[in-house]
């Protein structure tokens, strides 16, 4: 096994070794590169029934400023075939990927039979990357099952990502990853971008950051095997921003738009999703709604770049306390809250399916009178979390899911109608997932304890192992194991399944299988 520490440091060698030379307006359709040109590997996302993105970034030397590919424009082919051996090539083409966006590529392919499996992969002059597999969604009303997971928080530097190992080996048709790819703040190409030393990540940092991470085989793999479904949360730009507020309060607003854009730009061109480019990167929308047959509708939600600031100088507060109950506040942002109102009234999927990124459900971890929570979460939000309680209450009960990260532990949650008042009715269910790596091995320890579990009657399970969750999705029944790993220290955790939770349908509640 490589140490990952090790590995890191021969990169940033390399990358010492690479020279950047000025742009150039022609494009090669024979590069020649300092090595494999496909490190970072290959993925797919965002499927539709007759269609899929596809993705690459150009990257021989991965840590060197522009991934060394010395400024040069190249030609990259494309290949979508029916068989891994590419003797069936349903669909080919050309792509260029251009130093102005990392010499990413992203192909959106279309014209594909719904609800199949197809293979694909990228040459580059002599180089032909791994293989991918992908698959389209199943048209529209076909009752086809689901089976995908959950992940979100992977951070390089706390541990491996055996999850990922696993989950690469499941029989899954997608992945939904809910935010915290990257972590901002560490040491890349042999400097540290901090706020605390003044200095802000830049653009390169950003993609440098990425590259890190994609450098990791088991992530490259799990993303090779099939499409995902990928929104943000904070650390793909800055820990708890809101908006253009960032947790520095020393940062300006222009400061923050200019890192939101450079974090922005540096997310889209590392991620295999159908979001459009932007002349305004600071601005890019990346909400969005997938449908799968009519069993599934996931509605992706960005809660970082429309929310208003965290109230009570953020952390985990006593309440009420300042603005916290202020109408006016919002997590969404009135467009994304009316575009999720009209689409859950008018979807007819069998479960709608919120990405989301940080905790719908509260959790009062003061015990007896008083409430103190999280102002980070939507319980920092409590007039805008009950109006989104409301609209699935109102227009899809009993069928909506969310599905939740952030917070590196696991829970499982009943939503109630409103958390401001008692005996509230259950009208969905929210599954957080914990996270890959970060925070360390993890524990079986918990932060419900009976006395608090009292003010919480919502939360039915928590741990705080490392690993992902797995759904099976039918028309009638939504199956949640909750796949956990005992250590991410070292390597070669196996792989367990401590508890697995039932939805029905049009029913009210959870139950523990």
């Not at 590529?105 to 002059?125: C, K, M, Q, T």
């Not at 969005?288 to 970082?304: C, K, M």
């Amino acid at each position: 096994m490589i140490d990952r520490r090790a590995f890191v440091g021969d990169l940033v060698r390399l990358a010492a070794l690479a020279a950047v030379v000025p742009n150039d307006w022609r494009v090669s359709f024979r590069p020649r590169f300092a090595g494999d040109p496909f490190l970072l590997g290959i993925a797919s996302g965002d499927p539709l029934p007759n269609g899929v993105t596809i993705w690459t970034r150009l990257a021989p030397i991965p840590l060197a400023p522009a991934g060394g590919m010395e400024g040069q424009r190249s030609a990259v082919r494309w290949e979508v075939a029916d068989d891994d051996k590419f003797t069936k090539i349903v669909q080919r083409g050309t792509a260029t990927a251009t130093p102005e966006l990392a010499h990413s590529v992203h192909v959106n392919i279309d014209r594909l039979a719904p609800d199949r499996w197809y293979f694909y992969r990228f040459i580059a002059g002599d180089a032909v990357s791994e293989l991918g597999r992908t698959r389209t969604a199943p048209a529209a009303g076909v009752t086809t099952p689901l089976r995908f997971a959950v992940a979100s928080c992977q951070h390089y530097e706390q541990g491996l990502y055996t999850a990922y190992q696993h989950m690469a080996a499941e029989d899954l048709d997608l992945v939904a990853h809910l935010g915290d790819y990257i972590y901002e703040n560490a040491a890349t190409a042999g400097r540290i971008r901090t706020h605390s030393n003044g200095l802000l990540m830049q653009l390169d940092d950003y993609r440098q950051r990425y590259a890190q991470y994609k450098t990791d085989g088991y992530l490259r793999a799990a993303h090779a095997a099939r499409p995902w479904v990928i929104t943000w949360d904070d650390h793909e730009v800055s820990n708890n921003y809101a908006g253009l507020i960032a947790q520095d309060v020393s940062l300006t607003a222009d400061v923050m738009r200019a890192r939101r854009a450079a974090a922005y730009q540096a997310w889209w061109e590392h991620m295999p999703t159908r979001v459009s480019q932007t002349r305004d990167w600071s601005n890019l929308s990346i909400t969005r709604s997938i449908e799968w047959g009519s069993v599934a509708r996931f509605w992706v939600l960005d809660t970082r770049q429309f929310r208003s600031d965290q109230a009570c100088d953020d952390g985990t507060k006593v309440v009420p306390c300042g603005d916290w109950a202020d109408p006016s506040r919002t997590m969404m942002g009135s467009a994304q809250e009316k575009w999720l109102s009209d689409g859950l009234g008018k979807s007819g999927a069998r479960w709608q399916v919120l990405a989301n990124q940080v905790m719908l459900a509260p959790f009062d971890s003061m015990p007896g009178d008083g409430a103190r929570v999280s102002m980070d979460q939507w319980s920092g939000y409590p007039v805008a979390r009950d109006r989104l309680l409301g609209t699935i209450a109102a227009k899809a009960p009993n069928k909506t899911v969310v599905i939740t990260g952030d917070i590196h532990s696991n829970w499982v949650n009943e939503l109630r109608s409103t958390f401001s008042a008692p005996n509230a009715p259950a009208i969905g269910a929210e599954f957080v997932g914990t996270s890959i790596t970060s925070g360390g091995d993890g524990s079986d320890r918990s932060a419900a304890t009976p006395t608090n579990l009292v003010d919480n009657s919502h939360l039915k399970w928590q741990n705080s192992r490392r690993g992902y969750i797995s759904c099976t999705v039918s028309a009638d029944e939504w199956r949640a194991q909750y796949r956990t790993v005992s250590f991410v220290s070292r390597p070669d955790a196996p792989i367990e399944t401590p508890t697995t939770w039932l939805l029905r349908n049009g029913k009210s509640g959870i139950e523990q299988v």
